[in-house]
Nanobody, 126 residues
Framework: QYHFVESGGGLVQPGGSLRLSCTGYDFPMGDHAIGWFRQIPGKEREGIACISRAGTRTNYEDSVSGRFTISRDNSRPTVYLQMNKLNADDTARYYC???????????????????WGQGTQVTVSS
């Protein structure tokens, strides 16, 4: 089981920015690739940004590429998602997750996480 606490969500106007944080507990987060995912009620959860253990490799879903940036600080240990130029389509609950140690930063793999946190809600509205 991997325990995360996500934070940083809120209400933001279109074109605005937010930075989400994901802190891991009870496991060596630095040994794991981490992914950010989002879900709208009634729809499947989608992977939007994933990062390797050392933070040297990242992958982004097309709709967020160029607007969102995933990064990590293994000394904390926390993974961040900087979100810029937000629009209404970004409204969702955001989660972070991981799978086995050493897994590649592939969001489709990380989506197989055995556990999910409470997430943090992002609402983009004027």
């Amino acid at each position: 089981q991997y325990h995360f606490v996500e934070s940083g969500g809120g209400l933001v106007q279109p074109g605005g920015s937010l930075r989400l944080s994901c802190t891991g507990y009870d496991f060596p987060m630095g040994d794991h690739a981490i992914g950010w995912f989002r879900q709208i009620p009634g729809k499947e959860r989608e992977g939007i940004a994933c990062i390797s253990r050392a933070g040297t490799r990242t992958n982004y879903e097309d709709s967020v590429s160029g607007r969102f940036t995933i990064s990590r600080d293994n000394s904390r240990p926390t993974v961040y998602l900087q979100m810029n130029k937000l629009n209404a389509d970004d409204t969702a609950r955001y989660y972070c997750a991981t799978t086995w140690p050493g897994s590649p930063p592939t969001c489709t793999l990380l989506a197989k996480s055995p556990s999910w946190g409470q997430g943090t809600q992002v609402t983009v509205s004027s």
